[in-house]
């Protein structure tokens, strides 16, 4: 009887401070692998989308050098690329993916240009500097402002956006030449969330969303309105304040809002 009486007051006694603090050690470990693992996660989704891009850049300077001409805007696409079906599938040579500075074969200038937004993936593929069938259709009327494309007609990112490749100035920057000019770019895709693009950044370029040759859209960068949300601001104390003056004066996005936590941005390549 005493014995029992005993081994039940030390089972009374409850954990020592050595046991808790295994405990603790244990749960330590435990969370440190988990976010280590979060991490790994995110990087290796950073590297999947950086490496798509590049991949589509090298693409595309390769399917220049061969042909001397843009995907999307070649001249002789038809005559030159096997599969495509008839001239209505060639560009208008004027060196700009999606953008006319003349009507085409009576074709008014707008109805060129989105039709050149849709073959782009097309000539891509059927040259054979990508894998994928795309059916070349042309892109409507309110695709490029919402960042969408065609079912079909373009690439999509590991997040399932659509990418764009366009004679166009949808990169954020100051309201100069060298920052704000209309480039042939690529845009990434939206559906991005803003911790991965920002890691993106920081591997393709200078970690800069308003700087440098990869930047935040800009509709990516409006509180309200535009095509996502705030992925970016101008670096003041207010975290989510969209930047005052954004492409027409003297602030633009300074960093990228990874604590808002937004999962729905897009960023733009300049070739």
């Not at 790994?40 to 989308?49: D, E, L, P």
């Amino acid at each position: 009887m005493r014995h029992d009486s005993k081994r039940q007051r030390q089972h009374d006694k409850g954990f020592t401070l050595i046991e808790i603090a295994i405990v603790v050690v244990i749960i330590g470990l435990l969370l440190g692998g988990v976010l280590k693992g979060q991490e790994m996660i995110r990087n290796a989704r950073a590297h999947n989308v950086a490496d798509q891009g590049n991949a589509v850049k090298a693409a595309v300077l390769g399917f220049s050098d061969r042909y001397r001409a843009l995907p999307g805007d070649y001249g002789a696409a038809f005559t030159n690329i096997p599969g495509l079906t008839g001239t209505s599938q060639n560009g208008d040579g004027n060196s700009r993916i999606g953008f006319n500075d003349s009507a085409v074969a009576g074709v008014p200038e707008e109805a060129n240009r989105l039709r050149e937004m849709g073959l782009t993936w097309l000539h891509l593929a059927r040259s054979g500097f990508i894998s994928g069938n795309f059916l070349g259709t042309p892109f409507a009327a309110t695709d490029e402002a919402a960042w969408n494309c065609p079912v079909d007609a373009c690439l999509a990112n590991a997040f399932n956006g659509p990418m764009v490749i366009v004679y166009d100035d949808e990169q954020t920057g100051l309201n100069d030449v060298a920052n704000k000019a209309k480039s042939n770019q690529l845009w990434s895709g939206k559906g991005l969330p803003v911790e991965i693009i920002s890691e993106l950044d920081r591997k393709v370029d200078d970690g800069q969303p308003g700087s440098g040759g990869f930047r935040v859209g800009d509709g990516f960068v409006k509180a309200t309105g535009g095509v996502g949300h705030l992925c970016a601001d101008d670096g003041s104390d207010t975290l989510g304040v969209a930047p005052t003056m954004a492409d027409t004066g003297t602030s633009w996005p300074m960093r990228w809002t990874v604590i808002s936590q937004v999962t729905d941005c897009g960023g733009v390549y300049q070739f």
